[in-house]
């Protein structure tokens, strides 16, 4: 999984039956400069990925790519390649004792 | 499958509903030469990868799925803790 910000989200219409009713966001993947920085800032080439917990704009999320993507729609087949696995409350990075990336919210 | 090393932790404020209870740690993807990938990765970590380790990744979510069942999206998980490699023609034989 890489880790991506949410920049806000896509409405599609119409789309593919397997779409309709999910959640997309736009996400700009974190360079490990900007993650250790702890800017909030992602600087990675932007893509879109569904989202079914729910990210806000400005949140860290980290998403899965490739076939993996569409596991959770498992027997149905969907075309997602990038899926929000889990959201980011806290990042510790480098050496614990002084560098607790605390994530905007 | 690739090699990185263990940089960091991450706590979940949400995550899918098939990971409850799992370990994700932060890596480095790293090259033959000694240098790391540009974006860190976010890994599913069963084997108690300590930060600094080196670990083998393996990018294929068949283990994640026999583990945590069909609908998992997870993907990437530490196979492994390395010991020690080897690139004799680099001439740099580096240990974990």
Redesign the interface.
């Known amino acids: ?3 991506g910000i949410v920049l806000g989200h896509v409405t599609l219409s119409p789309a593919v039956p397997e779409l309709l009713g999910k959640t997309l966001v736009v996400l700009e ?5 900007n ?1 250790v920085a702890k800017n909030g800032l992602g600087g ?1 080439k932007s893509l879109v990925a569904v989202d ?3 990210a806000a704009k400005g949140q860290m999320v ?1 998403f ?6 569409a ?5 149905n087949r969907v075309p997602v390649d990038a ?1 929000c ?10 050496n ?1 004792q002084n ?1 607790e990336a605390e994530v905007a ?1 | 499958m690739f090699l990185a090393r263990i ?10 509903d098939t ?1 409850e209870g799992c370990r ?1 740690l ?1 890596a ?1 993807r790293l090259e033959a030469d000694g240098s ?8 599913i970590d069963w084997m108690g990868a300590a ?1 600094g380790s080196t670990v083998l990744v393996s ?1 294929d ?1 068949d283990i ?2 026999e583990r945590y069942g ?7 998980v530490v196979a492994g803790i390395v010991d020690q490699v080897q690139i004799p023609q680099h001439n740099a034989g580096r240990s974990a």
Not at chain 1, 29 to 33: E, F, I, L, N, S
Not at chain 1, 64 to 69: D, I, M
Not at chain 2, 36 to 43: A, I, K, N
């Open positions: 999984m890489r880790l993947p974190v360079t490990m400069k993650l990675g079914a917990l729910g980290a899965t790519e490739g076939t993996e993507a596991n959770p729609y498992w027997p899926y696995t889990l959201i980011v409350d806290s990042i510790t990075t480098g614990p560098q919210k | 940089d960091g932790t991450v706590v979940p404020a949400a995550k899918h990971l994700f932060v480095q790391t990938g540009p974006e860190p990765l976010v890994l930060n990018t979510g994640a799925r069909n609908t998992t999206p997870a993907r990437m």
